[in-house]
C-alpha cells in the first residue's frame, strides 16, 4: 500500500512540473506578441514576475501555473497560433515554416500529444520526411522513445527495407517510402505523427508500413487536417485515437 502511495505521489508531481512548464512554454510564445506590460494588463502579475518566469529564472507554483496557463491559452494556446500562422494562396498550398521552425510552439505541441497519449503504449514515433521531422522528434523526446523517420529514397548501408508505394491524388505521380526493415519490431506500438494531413495519402503509407511489420498502430498526431476525406483512407484498426490539433474544413484548403 505504501509503494502505491508513494507512485501516485511521484506521479502528481510529474503531473504538476509538466503543467508548470507548459505555462512558461505559453509565457514565451505570448512574449513574442506582447510586451511585458500588456502581458501584465491581462494576467494581473508584475512585469518583474513575468519576466522571471519567461526567462526560466523561476516556476510559478502549480496554482499559479493553472490560473496563468488558462488565461495565456485563450490568447497564444497551440490552436489559437495554429490558426493565427495558417494562409493558404490562391492553389490551396501554404508556407508552414513559421509552424514546423517554431521551437517554443513545437514544444507546447509536444506536451499536447504527451497529454493526449498518456496511458497508451507508445514504444516508438514513426513519421515521413521531411515537414514532419521537427514535431516528430519533439514528441518522441517528450514521450522518451525512439523515433523512426520513413524516406523517399533508400540509404546506402541499410540491408533491406520494408516499402509502401501510393499515387498521390489527382497527379498520376507514383511515390514510395522506405523504412529499414529492423527499425519496427512485432512487439512495438507506434505513434504516427506528422505536421499536416491534407489527402491522407502519406499518412496511409506509414499505416501500411507498420501493418507490414506486424507491429501495433497506437494513434496518429497531428497539427493541422484539411476536410474529412482522408479519414476513411487511412483506415486505422477500430478505436485507434486519431488527434488532430486545428482541423480546417475542405474548402478552405482548396
Request: with cysteine.
Amino acid at each position: 500500500m505504501l509503494l502505491y502511495k508513494r507512485v501516485d505521489v511521484m506521479s502528481t508531481h510529474a503531473e504538476d512540473l509538466k503543467l508548470r512548464l507548459m505555462t512558461i512554454e505559453l509565457l514565451r510564445t505570448a512574449k513574442k506578441q506582447y510586451t511585458y506590460r500588456e502581458l501584465s494588463g491581462k494576467t494581473g502579475l508584475p512585469v518583474t514576475v513575468l519576466s522571471r518566469y519567461a526567462k526560466g529564472h523561476v516556476l510559478p507554483n502549480t496554482e499559479r501555473a493553472r490560473l496563468l496557463s488558462q488565461t495565456l491559452s485563450k490568447m497564444v494556446g497551440l490552436h489559437v497560433e495554429l490558426r493565427h500562422r495558417i494562409a493558404f494562396n490562391k492553389d490551396g498550398y501554404f508556407d508552414n515554416t513559421h509552424i514546423i521552425g517554431d521551437f517554443n510552439l513545437l514544444k507546447q505541441a509536444a506536451h499536447h500529444a504527451l497529454a493526449t497519449f498518456a496511458g497508451k503504449r507508445v514504444t516508438k514515433v514513426l513519421t515521413a520526411a521531411v515537414d514532419g521531422i521537427p514535431l516528430a522528434t519533439m514528441v518522441a523526446n517528450s514521450l522518451g522513445v525512439n523515433l523512426i523517420i520513413a524516406k523517399w529514397t533508400k540509404e546506402v548501408g541499410v540491408p533491406a527495407f520494408i516499402e509502401e508505394t501510393y499515387v498521390l491524388k489527382n497527379s498520376g505521380v507514383t511515390m514510395t517510402l522506405y523504412l529499414p526493415k529492423d527499425a519496427i519490431k512485432r512487439r512495438d506500438s507506434i505513434l504516427i505523427i506528422d505536421d499536416m494531413i491534407k489527402t491522407g495519402e502519406t499518412q496511409a503509407a506509414l499505416v501500411n508500413l507498420v501493418r507490414k511489420a506486424r507491429a501495433e498502430i497506437s494513434g496518429v498526431y497531428a497539427l493541422i487536417s484539411v476536410g474529412n476525406e482522408w479519414q476513411q483512407k487511412i483506415n486505422l484498426p477500430r478505436g485507434c485515437p486519431v488527434e488532430v490539433v486545428t482541423k480546417l474544413r475542405a474548402r478552405e484548403g482548396s
